[in-house]
């Protein structure tokens, strides 16, 4: 049936990255040089940071620490600095040391509205973590409020793309998890039950779909793809559900192309040529001209045998 294309996402912002764990632990920077120009420019805060976050990279978050708190001291209005300290200190799991660190990297944007705030996501998320480390649970869900609207959003774009990639698998790890955790967000619902569609997963798709086409605001195409989610199935028995999502897809735009191809493929195979050929001139009509939707689609075999098929090519 239908070819599904869902919207590229935004362009992201760039920004400086915060630190992270190096993946293999071994040292791929020359630390000989970073040490030569710390001992160089002692008062140099970027210096000390350079080999901070080459020694972290590596995995040595202990000797880290030491350059780290150095720059610290040189800027300590800087959020990078602070952030990098934060997170050395927690791999250590000196959890308490950590957050006073993470906190003032946050001071600046405490409600992560700047849009380069990747260092802000890293950071808030390190802090709840250090919160829930040391027992303080209700801290840190409140200290993760901010951050999840945004993380939400990343995840709805990064989802979106990987479906538009044909990378359904990978969306549909990023856009379950998103659904779960933004439940009212009709977008990423409806992503999710769609990748789950693309997939084959149909009782779940199905879950998630429903719960779309009840989410504001009401989703034409939640109820098209619930449509054609049933009709994927093949079952029987599922095939009047299936008829009643294409219909409400059309109530709500009646020149619902594509449902009214899905229709037209459920009445062929009740074997109902009449209400199929009407259904396929509506659709024709609507503006449908996906070649495949007509020449491949199996549904419609029966159908082209008959001389009325002719009067559905020519409208091409």
Same mark, same amino acid.
């Given at each position: 049936m239908r070819k599904i294309k869902s919207p590229a996402p935004a362009e992201a912002t760039p920004a400086a990255a915060p630190l992270t764990e190096g993946a293999d632990g071994r040292d791929t920077t020359d630390l000989s040089a970073l040490r030569a120009?710390?001992?160089?420019?002692?008062?140099?805060?970027?210096?000390?940071?350079?080999?901070?976050?080459?020694?972290?990279a590596a995995g040595r978050w202990r000797e880290a620490e030491t350059p780290l708190a150095e720059a610290v001291e040189a800027a300590p209005g800087d959020a990078l600095y602070r952030s990098d300290l934060g997170l050395a200190l927690y791999r250590q799991r000196r959890y308490d040391?950590?957050?006073?660190h993470l906190d003032r990297a946050l001071a600046n944007d405490p409600?992560?509205?700047?849009?380069?705030?990747?260092?802000?996501?890293?950071?808030?998320?390190?802090?709840?973590?250090?919160?829930?480390?040391?027992g303080r649970h209700a801290r840190a869900a409140e200290t993760l409020a901010p951050a999840l609207p945004l993380a939400i959003e990343i995840l709805a774009h990064l989802g979106r793309f990987h479906l538009s990639a044909g990378d359904h698998l990978a969306a549909r790890r990023i856009l379950v998890p998103a659904a779960a955790l933004a439940p009212l967000a009709e977008d990423i619902v409806h992503g999710a039950g769609l990748a789950l569609?693309?997939?084959?997963?149909?009782?779940? /798709? +199905?879950?998630? *779909?429903?719960?779309?086409?009840?989410?504001?605001?009401?989703?034409? &195409? @939640?109820?098209?793809?619930?449509?054609?989610?049933?009709?994927?199935?093949?079952?029987?028995?599922?095939?009047?559900?299936?008829?009643?999502?294409?219909?409400?897809a059309l109530a709500m735009?009646?020149?619902?192309?594509? /449902? +009214?191809?899905? *229709?037209?493929?459920?009445?062929?195979?009740?074997?109902?040529?009449? &209400? @199929?050929f009407r259904r396929l001139a509506r659709a024709r009509a609507a503006g449908l001209s996906d070649r495949a939707a007509f020449e491949e689609e199996p549904d419609l075999a029966p159908l082209r045998s008959e001389p009325r098929w002719k009067s559905i090519e020519a409208v091409r």
């Open positions: 120009a710390v001992r160089a420019a002692p008062e140099d805060p970027a210096a000390w940071h350079a080999l901070g976050r080459a020694l972290a040391e950590a957050a006073p409600r992560l509205e700047d849009p380069r705030s990747c260092l802000g996501i890293k950071a808030v998320t390190q802090l709840a973590l250090c919160h829930a480390q040391s569609l693309l997939l084959g997963e149909w009782e779940e /798709a +199905e879950a998630h *779909l429903e719960r779309a086409t009840h989410l504001a605001p009401p989703c034409v &195409e @939640a109820w098209y793809d619930r449509g054609l989610n049933l009709t994927r199935t093949r079952r029987v028995d599922l095939r009047p559900a299936a008829r009643a999502h294409f219909e409400k735009n009646p020149r619902h192309a594509w /449902a +009214e191809h899905g *229709l037209a493929c459920l009445a062929a195979r009740d074997g109902d040529a009449d &209400e @199929a």
